[in-house]
């Protein structure tokens, strides 16, 4: 299995701090954000050293891109030496921030990255504090950090999740984007997401809640040059505004599915598109705690048992295929019924 041409656009998703210093208004931070382990792993602390041994075995079966999120990584003191480590053993290595405690860290990782994605949901300050709960952070923190990444000579992703709140925010947003990418003759992109569903987030779902296809429309009539691209397990949409490119990710469209999704109960709006990592070492391919759905990488005794477990779960995402009906079953799973339309 080395080298496997098959999962070279296959993405890990690399979880390294379990908290986070806000409460931002989408995200599941009660249950652990992207940072899942069953119950019986959730307090387990594994060492710098056994985490970048988990990265090299991930790697070591053919996954060549690491993306390394949270809570918020930059609370994670050792982040410096696990980015380091990484782009020895990955071929691309990418990281998600809020932005707060970015510039310090900014010398020590600016070398070893590949692209740094800011969270940036409004320039309003009003509806920035009110979107990203949090008395450290302000907007103009946000801004500070975007602009650390792109004096250190980083690509730059502003991450803006789409919601009823801040639907007509996205102009000014790429707007500033195009300020930013002029002033430091950097390479930027604004990446529109929609709002994942969590049960935690349930009310504030469906309040907020709005497929990103009817914004992508509006910009690809303004700017007329929508083009697709297919990775894997996603589809991304993207339309240049005037020299900055916005990328669209949409999971209200088809999304990949496989057997482990059929009857499931915390049945998920992003589907199986990637390998995720605990900060534990646990390892699975689900937006879930569920034992049944993962792996102990961290605890494999042997390379071959490691290789075995990866097999598993690099399989289980590879054979997946697109489902058009995975949003219709969402909604049914769950009881939800969006307050704005869908569509």
């Known amino acids: 299995m080395d080298a496997m041409g098959e999962v070279e656009t296959m993405y890990l998703r690399a979880s390294v701090a379990s908290v986070c210093n806000l409460d931002c208004v989408y995200c599941p931070k ?4 992207e940072d899942r382990s069953p119950p019986h792993l959730a307090k387990r602390k594994i060492s710098v050293n056994d985490y970048v041994g988990c990265l090299a075995a991930i790697a070591s079966v053919g996954i060549r891109r690491v993306s390394f999120t949270g809570g918020e990584p930059t609370t994670n003191q050792h982040l410096p030496d696990i980015i380091r480590a990484a782009a020895d053993l990955f071929d691309v290595v990418e990281l998600t921030s809020n932005g707060y405690a970015l510039p310090k860290m900014m010398p020590a990782i600016a070398p070893h990255l590949d692209l740094i994605k800011v969270s940036l949901d409004s320039l309003d300050r009003r509806k920035f504090a009110r979107l990203a709960q949090g008395p450290e952070q302000t907007l103009d923190n946000a801004v500070v950090a975007i602009e650390a990444a792109l004096g250190a000579g980083i690509p730059v992703g502003i991450n803006f999740v789409l919601m009823r709140t801040n639907r007509d ?4 947003i790429v707007d500033f984007a195009a300020t930013m990418k002029a002033k430091y003759n950097g390479t930027l992109h604004v990446s529109v997401l929609d709002f994942y569903y969590s049960d935690e987030r349930r009310d504030m779902w469906q309040r907020e809640y709005i ?3 009817g914004i992508e429309d509006r910009l690809a009539d303004k700017y007329g040059n929508l083009r697709e691209e297919l990775r894997f397990g996603c589809r991304f949409a993207w339309v240049n505004c005037n020299g900055v490119e916005v990328r669209f990710k949409d999971s209200a469209g088809p999304t990949m599915r496989g057997k482990i999704c059929d009857g499931c109960r915390q049945y998920c709006q992003e589907g199986l598109y990637g390998v995720k990592l605990s ?3 646990w390892m699975t391919t689900c937006p879930s705690n569920d034992f049944a759905l993962g792996a102990d990488l961290a605890t494999a005794v ?4 490691a290789r075995s477990l990866l097999a598993d779960m690099v399989g289980r995402v590879s054979r997946a295929t697109a489902d058009s009906n995975s949003f219709a079953t969402l909604l049914r799973t769950h009881g939800l019924a969006p307050t704005y339309p869908v569509n």
């Open 30 to 33: 009660a249950s652990g954000m």
């Open 302 to 305: 042997a390379a071959e048992e």
């Open 211 to 213: 497929a990103v296809n």
């Open 279 to 281: 900060t534990t070492g």
């Open 169 to 172: 925010d996205l102009e000014a």
